[in-house]
């Protein structure tokens, strides 16, 4: 169930990228994909997640924002999140 759930999280990030939907969408799906990493296996991920737009989506606040607000207040503490902030 979490890899579908990321599956279509990511696939509507994706469409927003190639201008299919608006930017209020984009924010909700990229909170909802923060806060689901909290749930993950391996709590390095939400570490990789953190990082994984920032350089390669330069510019879509929609996603870059959402994504790192949502890690730093998702409640999950395995991992130190003072250098994130």
């Known amino acids: ?3 579908t759930c990321y599956t279509v999280l990511t ?5 927003y990228k ?6 209020k969408i984009a924010a909700n799906c990229a909170t909802a994909l923060a806060y689901l990493s909290a ?15 920032d ?3 330069e510019g879509d606040d929609a996603l870059i924002i959402p994504i790192k607000w949502g890690i730093l207040t998702n409640g999950n503490d395995k991992i130190d999140k003072s250098a994130m902030s």
């Open 55 to 57: 350089e390669s989506h």
């Open 18 to 23: 190639n201008g299919g939907v608006n930017d």
């Open 1 to 3: 169930m979490q890899q």
């Open 11 to 15: 696939g509507i990030m994706q469409v």
């Open 39 to 53: 749930y993950s296996a391996d709590p390095k991920q939400m570490e990789a997640l953190f990082k994984a737009f």
